[in-house]
């Protein structure tokens, strides 16, 4: 029995030295391939530590605070260091078996956030699913990895040049050529971990010191990958389970299926509370819209700026008057509940007023709005003067603001006030106790004959002289004003008086207008009937 134990320990000991013999050799082997046990590279290494570590000593930590991102963690702002040093001494810039390809782009040229980075991706996978090349999305919350692939797709090493793209001139998400190149430099600067599974190729960023620029860049480390997969896959790591929660709540990729019925040729029209106030471009959130709106909208065509957070004010406009002309053709939304958004003063009024959309029959179904609520008789008004000339005109004067005033007028219904006359204007205005006897005795007449009619006081009746020497009265803002040289005749001054009391049923030629004269002279040639029979 103990010579079974003797065996066994010997077989035992021979195994072990053979697997420690076999790894320091297989370590050796690694040294050899990156050039670390090369008799040239032993024999400078004292001279390069010495003339690259102490001779620059000062250089590399002034390079040090000046590259190294301070919006990373203090332990990647370390690594940072470490690998800057290492950098700058030569050392673990080769890599074995891959290529590496330095991107003359500083860390910190954006500041992008999480969402804003991993958009980026989302972006140019779902531009790959409409292509045809499936997406798929999986988060691990437990390891905190977020994977983003598409099958069929893959990435070319064209594609790392700044600039390059190629979806310019498409309709698709991104046409700078600059998106997921900035997104990993950002996600990098987070202190977030990326790998790209790229077919038979895995690409690995990071932050590394550059020889020929002599600071900090982005690098792609590109490697063989040892089980190919025909798909592009993106795999960001310390993507917590709330990080996630927010990401996928920015993103309307899962929910096509319960927007489908509010989905046009242009966009979708969000109308329900969770999305009022914001705005999507192809399904991804870019912003809230600025001031107050009623919906939210996801658009199709929109103009953005290459920061993916800025629309332009008159493509946005123009967008919007598109989705909510669609939405009333197609029934999706109501005449009445868009009316009733522009009158509570939501912001889409402006969007209408200032967007172009040719064909657009909102204009027509808004004066039918306005009609309906408020009769044929009504006209909308902007001001307290626009509304006593309405008032004069027998119509019924409605307080709206420029914006839907002007969309009514397109629709064909508009007031339109008279051109001030400057000629109604006077140069000289009179006392009662500045007129001549004659002049107060029939001014008193003719208020006397017209009280019995209407109420009329001698203190609501000015004398004037008007700019014109053919104006002989002005009725305005409901005083009375009659020209002196007409009170020299007494019945120019009746008939003058009767005529401006007149327009408080209307103004000149209208019918309130010309009844309003023929009862009140009606009345006074009565009254003075009476008069001569009691004689």
């Not at 590394?208 to 795999?235: D, H, R």
């Not at 123009?318 to 509570?344: D, G, M, Q, R, Y």
């Not at 001001?383 to 004069?392: F, G, I, L, P």
């Not at 009619?453 to 004003?481: C, H, M, P, Q």
Request: charged share 20%; hydrophobic share 45%.
């Amino acid at each position: 029995m103990s010579m079974v134990w003797a065996v066994l320990f010997v077989v035992l000991k021979i195994v072990s030295v053979i697997l420690l013999v076999g790894s320091v050799a297989i370590y050796f082997v690694y040294l050899w391939d990156v050039g670390a046990l090369r008799f040239s590279y032993l024999l400078n290494l004292p001279r390069r530590l010495w003339s690259r570590g102490y001779v620059h000593g000062r250089q590399i930590y002034k390079k040090i605070s000046s590259h190294i991102p301070t919006r990373a963690s203090v332990f990647t702002r370390i690594i940072f260091a470490f690998k800057m040093i290492l950098g700058k001494l030569g050392i673990g810039t080769v890599r074995p078996g891959g290529d590496r390809i330095e991107l003359s782009l500083a860390p910190d040229y954006v500041g992008w956030d999480i969402w804003a980075s991993i958009r980026e991706f989302f972006q140019n996978a779902k531009d790959a699913d409409d292509l045809g090349m499936a997406m798929s999305v999986v988060h691990d919350p437990a390891a905190q990895l977020l994977t983003i692939a598409n099958q069929g797709a893959r990435l070319e090493r064209s594609t790392l040049v700044l600039g390059s793209t190629s979806k310019r001139g498409t309709e698709q998400r991104g046409k700078f050529g600059e998106g997921y190149k900035l997104a990993l430099a950002s996600l990098l600067q987070l202190g977030h971990k990326i790998t790209i599974h790229n077919w038979d190729e895995i690409w690995t960023p990071s932050i590394e010191w550059s020889a020929v620029y002599e600071t900090m860049v982005m690098v792609i480390n590109i490697k063989p990958s040892i089980l190919p997969t025909p798909q592009l896959g993106i795999v960001v790591d310390k993507v917590s389970a709330i990080d996630y929660k927010n990401i996928s709540s920015k993103l309307l990729f899962d929910k096509e299926g319960v927007l489908a019925a509010q989905t046009m040729a242009d966009g979708i029209l969000l109308t329900d509370k969770q999305y009022v106030g914001k705005l999507y471009v192809k399904g991804i959130y870019i912003n809230e819209l600025p001031g107050m709106f009623k919906f939210g909208y996801d658009l199709f065509r929109l103009k953005i700026n290459r920061d993916r957070s800025l629309a332009d004010p008159w493509s946005l406009d123009a967008e919007i008057h598109k989705i909510l002309n669609a939405a009333l053709v197609l029934k999706i939304l109501t005449a009445k509940n868009l009316f009733e958004a522009f009158e509570e003063g939501f912001d889409e009024l402006q969007a209408i007023k200032d967007g172009n959309c040719l064909g657009s029959v909102i204009p027509q179904l808004m004066v039918a709005e306005f009609t309906a609520k408020y009769r044929e008789t009504a006209v909308p008004v902007g001001s307290q003067t626009d509304s006593s000339y309405a008032q004069m005109r027998a119509l019924k004067p409605i307080f709206c603001s420029q914006a839907l005033i002007k969309i009514l007028a397109r629709g064909g219904l508009s007031f339109v006030r008279p051109p001030e006359n400057k000629e109604l204007d006077f140069s000289k205005t009179y006392n009662h106790n500045e007129l001549t006897n004659l002049e107060l005795n029939n001014l008193k007449t003719a208020v006397s004959f017209v009280n019995q009619v209407e109420r009329t006081k001698l203190s609501e009746v000015g004398v004037v002289d008007f700019n014109s020497k053919t104006v002989a009265g002005l009725w305005k803002g409901g005083k009375i004003y009659l020209s002196r040289k007409t009170l020299s005749s007494k019945t120019d001054t009746v008939s003058t008086l009767v005529h401006e009391v007149g327009h408080h049923w209307g103004d000149d030629g209208s019918i309130g207008h010309r009844s309003a004269c023929e009862r009140i002279f009606s009345k006074i040639i009565c009254n003075l009937a009476k008069d001569l029979e009691s004689v």
